[in-house]
């Protein structure tokens, strides 16, 4: 009789099963830990960029003015803006523009608020104009430098967002210094 050459060794045919389930295990636990790698450095870089996209506005302490009146145009705009009626609270700002003594004392909160308010209704070039205009010291310019962040993560400047970053980790107590290094790291990545 001549031997079959067809027939596999039973003892051999399991041995090779084995393997392939042993094989295919390996790789879909690296499938795993692979996706599981890639879905977390997403979900960080999402979560970077929260950051900036769910952002708030200027505090209501830093824009109001001593007023003995709620009908003055100064407390009008900040109130419409705090209820985020940007747009009408854009009009009530215009109205002030001519009024020399409100603009010599209130310059720096004048401009931040109308920049967030070009800001939140979409107006980039507006508010990056005002923004970037502010005096280099103080309160407003750190709040000023933060939306310009914002501004530029918006048109999707990541240079120039990179730099506002880079000036606020520079700046030793910016408020938002630390946002700014988890920012501009996980850009970076």
């Known amino acids: 009789m001549s031997p079959q050459p067809h027939i596999i ?13 042993y094989l ?4 879909l636990l690296l499938f795993t830990v692979f996706s599981f790698y890639l879905f977390t450095k997403y979900d960080q870089s999402r979560e970077d960029k929260n950051l900036v996209a769910e952002y708030r506005d200027p505090d209501y302490s830093l824009l109001q003015v001593e007023s003995s009146s ?4 100064w407390t009008q705009a900040t109130m419409t803006f705090m209820m985020k009626d940007y747009q009408k609270s854009l009009s009530l700002m215009d109205e002030l523009e001519g009024d020399k003594d409100f603009m010599a004392v209130h310059n720096g ?4 608020m109308k920049g967030v ?3 939140r209704t979409g107006q980039h070039q507006k508010a990056e104009g005002l923004l970037n205009n502010l005096q280099s010291a103080g309160a407003y310019h750190n709040q000023a ?9 918006q048109q999707k400047k990541y240079g120039q967002a990179k730099d506002k970053l880079e000036e606020i980790i520079q700046a030793e107590y910016h408020p938002k210094r630390k946002e700014a ?6 850009m970076d990545e």
């Open 9 to 21: 060794n039973p003892h051999l045919q399991e041995t090779m099963s084995a393997s392939a389930k």
């Open 181 to 186: 290094i988890i920012i501009l790291k996980g």
């Open 70 to 73: 709620l009908d003055d145009t």
């Open 109 to 112: 909160k004048y401009r931040l």
């Open 145 to 153: 430098l933060w939306y310009s962040v914002i501004n530029y993560m």
């Open 24 to 27: 295919a295990l390996v790789a």
């Open 117 to 119: 308010a070009y800001l």
